[in-house]
């Protein structure tokens, strides 16, 4: 289909139908690298072999009946390898409405029965639910928060653990490229818990390219804040996370500069 065509035909599949036709609706938007489906690459990221994933489940044990929240599910992979690995429900959270309908294609795709994805706010469905997980899953959301300890806080209240994978701040891991888009330390206040962060803006050319537009994956706000490592381990402690694996366990690259992954138990 050309971007330009807008005759009423433009939107008809020509080829037999089949499942995997969904998938190329998306085709030029897929930031999921998808061949581990036996489908083309589309993406980059290799979000269905990640090994973030294979640290958590090593240390979390079986997902068997398990009932999971997964916050920010951006294409769906990480719910998909819940599902996969036993989980007896996982509801995806996302907010962003395109990345949201490539894992509805996904899911059907792959004729998932355990997973549903709901488009929206995860902060706003965290404060009004009253349902309780097993784990809450949240992989690469943190540091797109404008008041991570909040989420912190719910997650707490609405469930019995909680996996994270953050970036975090690091003033000396943190790459050039990223200075400028850093600035603090602020205070802020979740609850009866004042706390230090890190100013993060988002690069402007995520608000200007179409493209980019369209594969942006970060928060909701046009900043986010950033946290000390011992700063979240102070907060995670607050919300009553007695037990912290592996809180020793910070990675680097180039990109944003320190990162961890933790699994928390209260
Ligand atoms: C960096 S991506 C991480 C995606 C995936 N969890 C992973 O680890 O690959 C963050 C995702 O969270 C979504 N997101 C950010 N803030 C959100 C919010 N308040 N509610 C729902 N989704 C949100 C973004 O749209 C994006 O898909």
Not at 8 to 15: A, D, I, L
Not at 85 to 90: C, L, P
Not at 120 to 132: E, V
Not at 230 to 237: S, Y
């Amino acid at each position: 289909m050309s971007q330009t065509d807008f005759s009423p035909w433009s939107f008809y599949e020509t080829r037999c139908a089949g499942l995997a036709n969904g998938l190329e609706i998306f085709r030029n938007n897929w930031t999921t690298d998808l061949s581990p489906l036996g489908v083309k690459p589309f993406g980059k990221a290799q979000l269905l072999t990640d090994s973030r994933f294979d640290w958590f489940l090593a240390r979390y044990g079986s997902l068997l009946n398990k009932n999971v929240l997964e916050l920010g599910s951006l294409e769906g992979a990480h719910s998909i390898l819940l599902e996969r690995n036993g989980a007896r429900n996982v509801l995806g959270l996302e907010a962003n409405s395109i990345h949201y309908l490539k894992s509805l294609v996904i899911k059907e795709y792959l004729g998932l029965r355990h997973i549903t994805f709901m488009l929206g706010d995860f902060i706003q469905y965290l404060h009004q639910t009253r349902d309780y997980y097993d784990l809450t899953f949240a992989c690469g959301v943190l540091y797109h928060m404008t008041n991570p300890a909040e989420l912190l806080q719910l997650a707490a209240e609405r469930s019995d653990a909680l996996f994270l994978w953050t970036v975090l701040y690091d003033s000396d891991a943190l790459p050039e490229h990223m200075k400028p888009r850093l600035s603090g330390p602020v205070e802020l206040q979740a609850g009866d818990l004042t706390y230090q962060g890190f100013r993060h803006v988002y690069a402007r050319e995520a608000a200007l390219e179409l493209n980019k537009k369209v594969k942006f994956t970060g928060g909701m706000e046009q900043y986010s804040i950033w946290l000390e490592l011992q700063e979240l381990l102070r907060i995670l402690k607050h919300w009553g996370y007695k037990k912290i694996i592996r809180p020793d366990n910070v990675t680097h690259n180039n990109r944003h500069g320190s990162n961890i992954c933790l699994l928390c138990f209260k």
